[in-house]
């Protein structure tokens, strides 16, 4: 069976994006209809595939507006494609705004088309503290057909957090195996100044308060006294200079290296020993699984959906929030012990071909519009 199906999301670099994006291009590849209803054409849809189509929101700028109705345009947008293309299906990614534009879709096309709506995160566990769109956000899942979130953790922070009974499908992110796998990207090291018997620690982000990347430096402090290593920061966002003024301050500028954004992150992760990623919110936790993915075992904050992609002792470690000392400690432990090394790196990477397999999470998607579609 296949359907035409509408994905909205944030097209910029950000997991959610990412996520969508790469579940289109899934579906598109099993045969489906996938039209990308989004403000511009997302990050990762950089080549041309059959099945593929893309909708710009444009958003009228009318001098009256003293705010664009980015939302209403939107809504507009998936009513105008889903009777044009007669999309059986809106997945939208993201519940602000998405999924209040999908519900204004639904009622302008009718009840035939079939609103799913997945959380990725701080669309509740940031959002979904603010009064003024908390109840707009319950109201969002509420009139969805299906809700989904990316972890078990975020299916429980939503229901008690916006006290809401809709029933949430835990549905895992998923990684595309064909760009995340261990490769021979030893050139890099040269072209880092990075020395062959040298251990690379590595961390991706945007570089958010969540990240807590200050943390990641701390920890790196405690570790390069004891392993000879050296840090790739791989990302940009608000916090970026405040990490750049401490590693100065700490004397430590020669052995991190600031890498920006990256297009080449599966080759970084392949010459990598270990991921930290110390966030103090973070529902799945994606960058985990591309380190998974090319063999890099990682350790990770005991918070959100991270003790769910990280076994603790198995692909990795599980820490406290802050600390850091705890965090060198497991990562002097398996950067200096082989064969822990070795086996935390197989499981990671079986476990990414697992669990966390495309074909897998794809088809949970696909079961999951069977279903929405199946509703009266
Ligand atoms: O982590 C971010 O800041 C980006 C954010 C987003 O909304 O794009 O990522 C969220 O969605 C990803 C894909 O589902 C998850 O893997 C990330 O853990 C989640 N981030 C947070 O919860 C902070």
Redesign the pocket.
């Known amino acids: 069976m296949s359907y035409r199906i509408g994905i909205t999301c944030?097209p910029t670099v950000?997991?959610?994006?990412v996520?969508a994006t790469e579940l289109g291009k899934a579906l598109a590849e099993n045969g489906h209809e996938v039209h990308f209803i989004t403000s511009s054409v997302p990050y990762r849809l950089n080549e041309c595939q059959a099945n593929i189509f893309f909708h710009e929101v444009e958003v009228n700028q009318y001098s009256v507006f003293r705010y664009p109705p980015y939302d209403i345009a939107l809504a507009s947008k998936m009513a105008e494609i889903a009777k044009r293309e007669k999309l059986d299906i809106l997945h939208v990614h993201?519940a602000i705004p998405h999924a209040i534009s999908a519900y204004l879709a639904k009622e302008m096309v009718g009840d035939h088309l079939k609103v799913v709506t997945t959380l990725?995160?701080?669309d509740i566990?940031v959002l979904g503290y603010d009064p003024s769109l908390k109840d707009m956000i319950k109201f969002g899942i509420e009139k969805s057909d299906i809700v989904t979130a990316?972890s078990n953790d975020l299916v429980q922070q939503t229901s008690l957090l916006l006290q809401t009974s809709k029933p949430i499908e835990t549905v895992y992110?998923f990684v595309d195996h064909r760009v995340y796998f261990p490769r021979d990207a030893t050139y890099l090291k040269g072209q880092l100044n990075i020395e062959e018997s040298q251990k690379i620690i590595v961390h991706v982000s945007?570089f958010?308060k969540?990240k807590r990347v200050p943390d990641v430096v701390d920890a790196f402090l405690k570790i390069q006294e004891e392993v000879d290593s050296v840090l790739l920061l791989i990302g940009d966002g608000p916090d970026l200079p405040v990490v750049r003024e401490k590693v100065d301050a700490l004397g430590i500028s020669d052995r991190v290296r600031f890498l920006g954004n990256q297009k080449r992150v599966a080759d970084l992760l392949s010459i990598s020993d270990l991921k930290l990623l110390l966030?103090e919110?973070?529902?799945?936790?994606?960058v985990i699984l591309e380190a998974m993915a090319c063999g890099v075992p990682a350790i990770g904050s005991k918070i959100?959906g991270i003790p769910e992609v990280i076994e603790h002792g198995k692909n990795g470690f599980i820490s406290s929030l802050g600390n850091t000392q705890e965090v060198a400690d497991f990562a002097i432990r398996v950067l200096t012990d082989e064969e822990l090394h070795e086996s935390m790196s197989t499981f990671a990477l079986k476990r990414a071909n697992s669990d966390f397999h495309k074909g897998k999470i794809v088809k949970q998607y696909e079961d999951i519009y069977a279903k929405a579609i199946s509703l009266i």
């Open positions: 944030y950000g997991g959610s994006g996520v993201y990725h995160g701080t566990t990316v992110n945007n958010r969540v966030s919110k973070e529902s799945f936790g994606l959100g």
